[in-house]
């Protein structure tokens, strides 16, 4: 089985800070990552798939990159409603998995 | 509008069972492969399981496989998850799940594209 495994597990970062995600996988997943965003009590949403392809809707300030084994999700400029978990997901067969999380706040 | 409503969750005994259900609505349901994530409570997401469009294929994770069927009704829209031989571990929030069109194959038989609805969540409780 495919791992995922996402870095750091927690962060706390200033409003208008650049934050970085990664999340690495155990085989090689060609572009079959997907980044999910959620909030303290609410459903996951959609953010990147494809690695790096912006939901509609998704602030620009969201990006996603890697290809293979390792895949970053950068907020370019942190604001207070990103305070939320964020989620890596492999989607290269049928068997998905999810990284364990990043929590992010807001110092 | 897309709409995925969960039904059936409860407080159920170690060794019970249970029938989850979920409701669509806003798409051609039969289109689209169908899948159950859960949430333990203050834990990451968990794949479950999936099924395809036309139900004739099934998927599982390792920890539910033999307890756990997928199942789905495309006449009435309505996705399904019989679990049984519950377990302490399998207290979470299970989120019913649609497979998006963003993948790089489309149909009902197509995985490998993220999820782009999800339900609202039912909790199911396993305690004595």
Same mark, same amino acid.
């Given at each position: 089985?495919?791992?995922?495994?996402?870095?750091?597990?927690?962060?706390?970062?200033?409003?208008?800070?650049?934050?970085?995600?990664?999340?690495?996988?155990?085989?090689?997943?060609?572009?079959?990552?997907? #980044?999910?965003?959620?909030?303290?009590?609410?459903?996951?949403?959609?953010?990147?798939?494809?690695?790096?392809?912006?939901?509609?809707?998704?602030?620009?300030?969201?990006?996603?990159?890697?290809?293979?084994?390792?895949?970053?999700?950068?907020?370019?400029?942190?604001?207070?409603?990103?305070?939320?978990?964020?989620?890596?997901?492999?989607?290269?067969?049928?068997? #998905?998995?999810?990284?364990?999380?990043?929590?992010?706040?807001?110092? | 509008?897309?709409?995925?409503?969960?039904?059936?969750?409860?407080?159920?005994? &170690?060794?019970?069972?249970?029938?989850?259900?979920?409701? *669509?609505?806003?798409?051609?349901?039969?289109?689209?492969?169908?899948?159950?994530?859960?949430?333990? &409570?203050?834990?990451?997401?968990?794949?479950?399981?999936?099924?395809?469009?036309?139900?004739?294929?099934?998927?599982?994770?390792?920890?539910?496989?033999?307890?756990?069927?997928?199942?789905?009704?495309?006449?009435?829209?309505?996705?399904?998850?019989?679990?049984?031989?519950?377990? *302490?571990?399998?207290?979470?929030?299970?989120?019913? *799940?649609?497979?998006? &069109?963003?993948?790089?194959?489309?149909?009902?038989?197509?995985?490998?594209? &993220?999820?782009?609805?999800?339900?609202?969540?039912?909790?199911?409780?396993?305690?004595?």
């Amino acid at each position: 089985d495919i791992q995922m495994t996402q870095s750091p597990s927690s962060l706390s970062a200033s409003v208008g800070d650049r934050v970085t995600i990664t999340c690495r996988a155990s085989q090689g997943i060609s572009n079959y990552l997907a #980044w999910y965003q959620q909030k303290p009590g609410k459903v996951p949403k959609l953010l990147i798939y494809g690695a790096s392809t912006l939901q509609s809707g998704v602030p620009s300030r969201f990006s996603g990159s890697g290809s293979g084994t390792d895949f970053t999700l950068t907020i370019s400029s942190l604001q207070p409603e990103d305070v939320a978990t964020y989620y890596c997901q492999k989607y290269n067969n049928a068997f #998905w998995t999810f990284g364990q999380g990043t929590k992010v706040e807001i110092k | 509008e897309v709409q995925l409503v969960e039904s059936g969750g409860d407080l159920v005994q &170690p060794g019970g069972s249970l029938r989850l259900s979920c409701a *669509a609505s806003g798409f051609t349901f039969s289109n689209y492969a169908m899948n159950w994530v859960r949430q333990a &409570p203050g834990k990451g997401l968990e794949w479950v399981s999936t099924i395809s469009g036309s139900g004739y294929t099934t998927y599982y994770a390792d920890s539910v496989k033999g307890r756990f069927t997928i199942s789905r009704d495309n006449s009435e829209s309505t996705l399904y998850l019989q679990i049984s031989s519950l377990r *302490a571990e399998d207290t979470a929030v299970y989120y019913c *799940a649609k497979t998006s &069109p963003l993948g790089s194959c489309s149909g009902g038989a197509c995985y490998t594209a &993220p999820i782009d609805y999800w339900g609202q969540g039912i909790l199911i409780t396993v305690s004595s």
